[in-house]
């Protein structure tokens, strides 16, 4: 069984930086997409990055040039590194994982940012 868990949020200043951490157990995952979503109140959940096999990233255009994604295969662990944070970057960010054609989300953190 797939299992997805992020760890990392917290409450940071505007300008401030956070790492986020993804964890998924249940097989291996190095040649498969990870990666995150965040969901801000009233609003949906949107896409803001994703690694797959070979290191390939993408990343939403808001949040280019602060935030890097990263994964540690040998862990089965994502990471996302946020710098230059925006109070707009307030949301619960979950961790999602394709694998074999389905999408596997963890419970999500939450990120705050604000003075």
């Known amino acids: 069984q797939v299992q997805v868990a992020e760890s990392g949020g917290g409450l940071v200043q505007p300008g401030g930086s956070l790492r986020l951490s993804c964890a998924a157990s249940?097989?291996?995952?190095?040649?498969?997409?990870m990666g995150w979503y965040r969901q801000a109140p009233g609003k949906q959940r949107e896409f803001v990055a994703r690694?797959?096999?070979?290191?390939?990233?993408n990343y939403a255009d808001s949040v280019k040039g602060r935030f890097t994604i990263s994964r540690d295969n040998a862990k089965n662990t994502v990471y996302l590194q946020m710098n230059s944070l925006k109070p707009e970057d307030t949301a619960v960010y979950y961790c999602?994982?394709?694998?074999?054609?389905?999408?596997?989300w963890g419970q999500g953190t939450q990120v705050t940012v604000s003075s």
């Open positions: 999602n994982v394709r694998f074999l054609g389905n999408n596997y």
């Open positions: 249940g097989s291996t995952f190095s040649g498969y997409a």
């Open positions: 690694i797959v096999s070979g290191d390939s990233t």
